[in-house]
């Protein structure tokens, strides 16, 4: 029996949780879908009422379909077909194979961290946030626009202090080997004469909140790990900690119950087993919701803390298996 963990072979995070599972006497499969089919094969067969049988042909042996008994989705590359087909080819084959392979992972009766189809559900803004109004939480007055006038009225209202970041996330392709990185800014008065841009796409932009630090809340099946960020300490980290790693301290920042729960709670009602909220604590203690990641980082906070984020996954991990 194995946990199947989906990730890029220079994933660091996928591999302490594999040493962690094995530590725990458990098997864990590392396995990245770019490698089908080139590195990988399958061969999957379903008739009538049983459901599909076969192997995953790995380059560490086989792998039963019915060996399986968990899921880790963490950082897996896209199906990558060898080079030199025409472009229009390529992209068929390359959905041929997600279709196929991804369709048979999503056919797998087990434990998932995270349901795939969950991870896309939680990755909508306006969703998160209407869930999270819906379960208690206080949050950002928060205005998604595409029209330049109701901008400038909401930035206005603000007083000013309003700040803009991405709806689909900081980090996306550029072509190629090129990433870029969007992190949450404040809107300068200087940046009011370019409005007219607003118009091109959908712009999320909040209330610039008063903050005394930062939370990183991580929630596995029933266990918090939550991260105190001192945020406000250099002026490149005010507005995201994310822009200058290097300036911010963390320390173990032990939650009220009823925020715990609250968290808990976010991350189940949006199907998730994984879930990293980010939280603000103002200079009155109010704790206010700004996101949840379905699949956060945490590699450098357990480095930090030393808090137990990869041996909590390994064992919630397992316990799915076990009781499959």
Excluded at 40 to 65: C, D, K, N, Y
Excluded at 137 to 146: E, N, S, V
Excluded at 202 to 218: G, N, S
Excluded at 250 to 270: D, K, M
Aim: proline share 6%; hydrophobic share 40%.
């Amino acid at each position: 029996m194995a946990v199947l963990i989906l990730s890029h072979e220079h994933d660091s995070t996928a591999h302490r949780v594999q040493q962690h599972i094995e530590h725990l006497g458990g098997q864990a499969v590392l396995l990245n879908p770019a490698a089908f089919p080139q590195r990988i094969s399958l061969s999957a067969r379903v008739r009538e009422t049983t459901p599909w049988q076969g192997t995953i042909q790995t380059t560490h042996g086989p792998l039963p379909f019915d060996a399986i008994t968990s899921v880790y989705v963490r950082r897996p590359h896209h199906y990558h077909i060898r080079e030199g087909y025409p472009e229009t080819v390529e992209r068929f084959l390359e959905n041929e194979a997600m279709k196929g392979f991804g369709g048979i992972l999503r056919s797998l009766s087990c434990l998932w961290m995270n349901d795939l189809e969950a991870i896309r559900r939680a990755s909508f803004q306006p969703f998160q946030l209407t869930l999270a109004a819906s379960l208690g939480w206080h949050l950002p007055d928060t205005l998604i626009t595409h029209d330049p006038e109701a901008f400038l009225a909401f930035w206005q209202q603000q007083e000013g202090r309003v700040i803009y970041k991405p709806l689909h996330g900081n980090f996306f392709p550029g072509g190629g080997h090129t990433y870029y990185t969007i992190y949450t800014s404040l809107v300068g008065e200087e940046l009011l004469s370019q409005r007219e841009g607003i118009r091109e796409t959908a712009h999320l932009f909040q209330a610039d909140i008063p903050k005394c630090y930062e939370i990183r809340a991580t929630v596995i099946g029933e266990t918090v790990l939550a991260v105190g960020i001192d945020s406000q300490r250099a002026h490149a980290s005010r507005q995201d900690w994310r822009a200058s790693y290097q300036d911010v301290r963390s320390w173990v920042e032990p939650l009220p119950r009823e925020v715990e729960q609250r968290c808990i709670a976010l991350t189940q009602a949006l199907g998730l087993l994984y879930g990293a909220l980010d939280l603000i604590v103002t200079p009155s203690g109010d704790f206010i919701f700004l996101e949840i990641n379905p699949n956060g980082q945490y590699g450098w906070l357990e480095t930090e803390t030393g808090l137990p984020f990869s041996r909590t996954i390994a064992t919630v991990l397992l316990r799915g298996g076990n009781s499959a």
